[in-house]
């Protein structure tokens, strides 16, 4: 009789153990479940948020839901105060800097305060075109660079100004042809990409000399 309930306890006990087994056995199953939930979580949310934000050699760029989805920001002073002025661009500033070549480099002397933007009128792109040149307007002005038109000007050699000179072309691009003279030939009325090829430029070059 006493051997008999010894048995019966010692499979009892080992019942026990297997029952604990299995349960730990499931436990470290849950906690794997949830550890893989969590890491997939994560890397969504990075993924997303890298969608959402990135930088270009320094400047950060968000991704918005407007027209222009691609913003940028600057501090600036405005009426005496510190404020943050912000830029948006409709086309990709990665694609850009990828499909469009910038043979040069954008100049922003503090002693050069004025800038010519003279556009060719065969570049007819409807209403591209006044989007693409108000945009420059807009940044170089909150630059402290005042901006005119005057189609007798021609690039100053000495660099007294920025002369940018938009322009016709079989592709795409922009080459810096002195100083500060700057030529941006547009193909098939790509006049947006282009003029955000040179802000994206000029972005870059407010990030290293003034910020």
């Not at 270009?56 to 691609?70: C, H, L, Q, R, S």
Request: aromatic share 10%; with cysteine; charged share 30%.
């Amino acid at each position: 009789m006493i051997k008999k309930e010894k048995n019966e306890e010692a499979e009892k006990r080992a019942m026990e153990d297997r029952q604990r087994v299995r349960e730990n056995a499931q436990l470290k199953i849950f906690f794997m479940m949830i550890g893989i939930v969590i890491v997939v979580i994560l890397a969504v949310m990075f993924v997303v948020n890298k969608m959402k934000n990135f930088e270009v050699d320094g400047v950060t760029f968000n991704v918005v839901k407007e027209i222009a989805p691609y913003r940028t920001s600057f501090p600036v002073i405005y009426e005496g105060k510190n404020a943050s002025y912000n830029f948006y661009l409709r086309n990709d500033p990665r694609k850009l800097i990828e499909e469009i070549s910038f043979d040069g480099k954008v100049k922003l002397e503090v002693p050069m305060n004025q800038m010519v933007i003279n556009i060719t009128g065969e570049v007819d792109c409807n209403k591209d075109s006044g989007i693409a040149v108000g945009n420059l307007v807009s940044l170089y002005r909150i630059s402290g660079i005042s901006v005119i038109k005057d189609e007798n000007a021609t690039c100053d050699e000495k660099g007294r100004y920025l002369f940018l000179q938009i322009q016709p072309g079989n592709e795409t691009k922009i080459e810096q042809t002195s100083g500060a003279c700057y030529t941006i030939e547009v193909s098939n009325c790509e006049i947006l990409k282009g003029t955000e090829r040179f802000m994206v430029e000029t972005f870059e070059q407010i990030h290293k000399d003034w910020l």
